[in-house]
């Protein structure tokens, strides 16, 4: 009985890592809701994400858009209701991400856009830009949430890597964000860089892909010790 679960498993498993940018370290994998007709709805997925060596040994839920080499990474700590810190990482092809960003609502306007984008000529770090918007047009400041810069964002010459710390992405006017469960996000993205990347109030131009999914909040809670280790960057106890 429990031979034949395990193969089950086992062969799920299989299944699920053929998917190129998803390897064996997942626990759970779950297919993403999306919508994006430029996109193989296949080749997304949402999953828990536990690296070996990370401070505060968190696990992430994550969303990986495999067509355009950008993933999503989210923690939280274990609160039964919004409002809550967010940790969130997004790690970006520099070729096909001159900003990607978060809508935390599931849609362009009314909800805390976070986007992201890497420092100008070889700079080894990212950019956070905190924006809302209440139309289709471009998103100005939101001073609603505020963020905090985190020692290992990074950037190289293919990839630019962002962590952040968000105060007021889980709460806003007109929603809130479930921590047990799912929540609607959206991705958007454009390969133009933006036009003053020094800048966090940069204008940027509009995406060339974006599409909505569904993102389980509960794969990316982790006990509160866990989350403040991780926001400081230091092992638990350290
Ligand atoms: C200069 C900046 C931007 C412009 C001019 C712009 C423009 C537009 C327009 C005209 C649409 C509706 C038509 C369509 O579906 O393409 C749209 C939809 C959308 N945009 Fe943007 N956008 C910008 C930035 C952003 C950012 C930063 C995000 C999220 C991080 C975002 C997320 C979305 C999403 C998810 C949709 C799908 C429909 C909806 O949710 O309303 N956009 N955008
Ligand atoms: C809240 O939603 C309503 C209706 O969709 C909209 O008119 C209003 O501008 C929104 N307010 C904010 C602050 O997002
Ligand atoms: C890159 O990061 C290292 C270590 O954080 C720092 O010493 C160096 O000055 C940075 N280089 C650039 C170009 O910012
Ligand atoms: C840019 O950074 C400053 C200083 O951290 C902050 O006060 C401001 O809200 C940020 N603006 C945007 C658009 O993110
Ligand atoms: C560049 O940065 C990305 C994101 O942090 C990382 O995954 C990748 O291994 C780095 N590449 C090199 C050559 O260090």
Not at 3 to 24: F, H, N, Q, Y
Not at 65 to 74: F, L, M, P
Not at 100 to 115: C, D, E, H, Q
């Amino acid at each position: 009985m429990l031979g034949l679960k395990r193969l089950a498993l086992v062969a799920l498993c299989a299944i699920e890592s053929i998917t190129p940018t998803v390897s064996a370290r997942s626990l759970f994998n779950l297919r993403s809701i999306q919508h994006d007709d430029a996109l193989d709805k296949r080749q997304s997925l949402m999953q828990k994400y536990c690296p070996s060596s990370t401070p505060g040994a968190a696990c992430f839920s994550e969303f990986t858009v495999a067509a355009q080499k950008i993933t999503y990474r989210i923690a939280i700590p274990e609160v039964a209701a919004a409002p809550f810190d967010i940790y969130l990482q997004i790690i970006a092809f520099k070729a096909t991400a001159g900003w990607a960003g978060i809508a935390w609502g599931g849609k362009m306007s009314n909800n805390p856009l976070t986007i992201g984008w890497a420092l100008p000529n070889g700079g080894n770090g990212s950019v956070v830009s905190s924006r809302f918007t209440s139309d289709h047009s471009a998103p100005g400041a939101y001073s609603g949430a505020t963020y905090t810069v985190l020692p290992s964002t990074t950037a190289n010459a293919t990839h630019w890597q962002l962590d952040v710390l968000c105060q007021g992405c889980s709460k806003w006017a007109n929603g809130s964000l479930n921590p047990n469960g799912a929540n609607a996000f959206a991705w958007a993205k454009a390969t133009k860089a933006v036009a003053n990347p020094a800048s966090n109030s940069s204008s940027f131009s509009s995406h060339d892909g974006k599409a909505v999914w569904s993102h389980d909040l509960s794969l990316a809670r982790v006990p509160q010790s866990a989350f403040d280790a991780l926001v400081a960057g230091k092992a638990v106890g350290a």
